[in-house]
Nanobody, 121 residues
Framework: QVQLVESGGGLVQAGGSLRLSCAAS????????MGWFRQAPGKEREFVAL????????YYTDSVKGRFTISRDNAKNTVYLQMNSLKPEDTALYYC??????????????WGQGTQVTVSS
């Protein structure tokens, strides 16, 4: 089992920045590809970003490329999502994910409880 706890969400104006953190415990963190997904009200959960076990490879959904950066610190068992130039359409509940095998949410092994990000216009 892997336990994931997100933090760093909040309310920010359009154009602002937030940094999400996800602390993992349980099985060896560095064994897993990690990711972030988000879910807006009335919409399905969607992929945001993915990082490989070593951190050497990253992948983003098109709508956040150039604005969001995923990173990880395997010594701290933590994955981050730096979000810049935020837009109102980024408003969602953001979920940390472990054992991410693809961009489909059904390919995720473990989920955090989510942290709310609200971007005002």
């Amino acid at each position: 089992q892997v336990q994931l706890v997100e933090s760093g969400g909040g309310l920010v104006q359009a154009g602002g920045s937030l940094r999400l953190s996800c602390a993992a415990s349980g099985r060896t963190f560095s064994n897993y590809a990690m990711g972030w997904f988000r879910q807006a009200p009335g919409k399905e959960r969607e992929f945001v970003a993915l990082i490989s076990q070593s951190g050497a490879r990253t992948y983003y959904t098109d709508s956040v490329k150039g604005r969001f950066t995923i990173s990880r610190d395997n010594a701290k068992n933590t994955v981050y999502l730096q979000m810049n130039s935020l837009k109102p359409e980024d408003t969602a509940l953001y979920y940390c994910a472990a054992d991410v095998r693809g961009t489909n949410s059904r390919l995720v092994g473990y989920w955090g409880q989510g942290t709310q990000v609200t971007v005002s216009s």
